[in-house]
């Protein structure tokens, strides 16, 4: 198919943008939704051809890009968050039709793209000066060039945008390639942004599991941001060493609670439970072990039963608090965890322990009462709404146990005596530790891992510096 211009945004057709046109292709692929089980519209497959167009489109892009004063680069962003969301209804929509998620967090998603990139309109970035009788030694950060932003199909907008915005406000140019299981909404999206941006500056291919490698060996690109799994999370790093690419990789988690004696039990019990099915477990940072001071484990087990079995799972416009898991391959892994409990005979506090079939790929929400620490569904991250509960009464232990894992994306602990949460928060090797609430990442902080569960970050002033080279100049006085 021959290119064309962008023009009016049509909410049923999708096509790849390659230096500001619509590009289709001869072999497509179809997103499934997850409510139903049967196919969605069709999207173009991205080969070869459209990675080599689309970084010669960037590089020449970036040669200007790389040069917009700051303040033109944030006045872009904004007019680009205003295009968004003058199409925002469309956008939930699609959002809704492609993940599954209820409408009220289709809804926040959408609405959190304004306040992802808002929070970056308030940033500088970072410059250093170090002065002595001798010399001045300026610390300044440049764009790296071309990125390349493999996205995921969890939070599909946030999560793509949220790459887009560093990128773009430090000076980059960005192809981005959505999940072939979600590629709608970041389609559009990205659509949207050729109404502002110059051809070449914002790019969006999708494909299939083929085009990411096309991405990481491409010598014009100067860096992969990748959100995903930790197994093509090292995949990628690998491929990356080939050209020295820069890589940011925000991986998997296998997140600790640790709920302390002197909680408000039935305050703190539902938001516990929130924090593991939210989004239907399929959250990088859900609450994936919850360890419950076995003073209290009995009284709040039973109060995160009573609010699970309030939880209505069902399609996105039925009111209900969780969604369907988003894909065939993940609802099948997530089986495996259900099927894993009932063959060990493990005691299950709330839920079932077979998952039914169905059209969709619905899953009810399920608690594992005290499994052992071998088991599967404490050394493993499901990514879906089952998580498992133990009791502990030795602060030094459990600390221990919430940190003996090869993942550190993030976790919590929830306490009255806020002191003595933040000094165990402080103790556990996680990027990102939350102090009476549940897992919520922010605009407004670096977000990473430690272990596997990735490399470097993104998010908050720090995280600029991910899309960014550090350039000092060391000027000598002349006496």
């Known amino acids: 198919m021959s290119p064309s211009k962008v023009s009016t945004i049509k909410f049923d057709e999708f096509y790849n943008i390659i230096d500001g046109e619509q590009r289709g292709s001869k072999n497509q692929h179809h997103g499934i939704d997850p409510t139903t089980g049967e196919e969605s519209w069709g999207v173009p497959i991205g080969n070869q051809q459209d990675v080599d167009d689309a970084v010669v489109s960037a590089q020449k892009a970036f040669e200007k890009y790389r040069y917009t004063t700051l303040e033109k680069r944030k006045e872009l962003l904004q007019r680009y968050v205003d295009a968004f969301n003058s199409h925002s209804e469309e956008m939930v929509e699609l959002l809704c039709k492609e993940t599954g998620k209820p409408k009220q967090f289709a809804q926040m998603e959408v609405g959190g793209v304004a306040a992802f990139i808002g929070h970056h309109l308030t940033l500088d970035i970072p410059e250093d000066k170090l002065e002595d009788d001798e010399k001045v030694i300026t610390t300044r950060y440049f764009p790296l060039g071309v990125v390349g932003a493999i996205c995921p199909w969890n939070f599909p907008l946030i999560l793509s945008l949220g790459k887009m915005a560093p990128a ?15 590629p709608y909404t970041t389609l559009k999206a990205i659509e949207i942004a050729q109404e502002i941006y110059e051809p070449g500056v914002v790019q969006v291919i999708g494909g299939d599991d083929k085009l990411g490698p096309l991405l990481t060996a491409h010598p014009g690109i100067a860096k992969i941001s990748f959100t995903g799994s930790i197994a093509t999370g090292k995949k990628i790093m690998a491929a990356c060493a080939n050209t020295l690419k820069r890589v940011t990789l925000e991986l998997g988690g296998n997140d600790a609670s640790i709920i302390l004696p002197d909680v408000d039990v039935k305050k703190i019990a539902p938001e516990v439970v929130m924090g593991a099915f939210q989004n239907s477990g399929q959250v990088c940072v859900a609450t994936k072990r919850i360890y419950i001071h076995k003073d209290i484990y009995d009284e709040f087990l039973q109060e995160m039963v009573n609010f699970t079995k309030t939880i209505k799972t069902g399609d996105s416009n039925s009111g209900s608090l969780l969604g369907p898991v988003q894909n065939k ?13 009932k063959a060990k005979g493990y005691k299950i506090a709330v839920g079932a322990d077979t998952v039914p079939s169905g059209n969709g790929f619905f899953i009810t929400p399920t608690i594992i009462d005290n499994p052992p620490n071998d088991s599967r569904i404490i050394q493993e991250e499901p990514f879906g709404p089952i998580v498992p509960t133990q009791p502990w009464d030795d602060e030094e232990e459990v600390i221990r146990r919430a940190n003996n894992t090869n993942t550190g994306l993030g976790a919590c ?7 003595h949460a933040e000094a165990i928060a402080k103790r556990l090797e996680a990027g990102s530790v939350f102090v009476n609430s549940f897992e919520k990442p922010t605009p407004q902080a670096v977000f990473g891992g430690h272990k596997e569960s990735g490399i470097g970050g993104e998010w908050g002033k720090d995280g600029l510096k991910a899309y960014c080279n550090a350039h000092v100049i060391h000027l000598y006085k002349q006496k």
Do not use: A, C, H
């Open 329 to 341: 391959m993940q609802y099948e892994r997530v089986k495996g965890f259900f099927e894993d409990t």
């Open 413 to 419: 602990v929830w306490g009255k005596n806020e002191k």
């Open 168 to 182: 773009l406000l430090t000076g980059n140019t960005i192809i981005i390639k959505p999940s072939p299981f979600t």
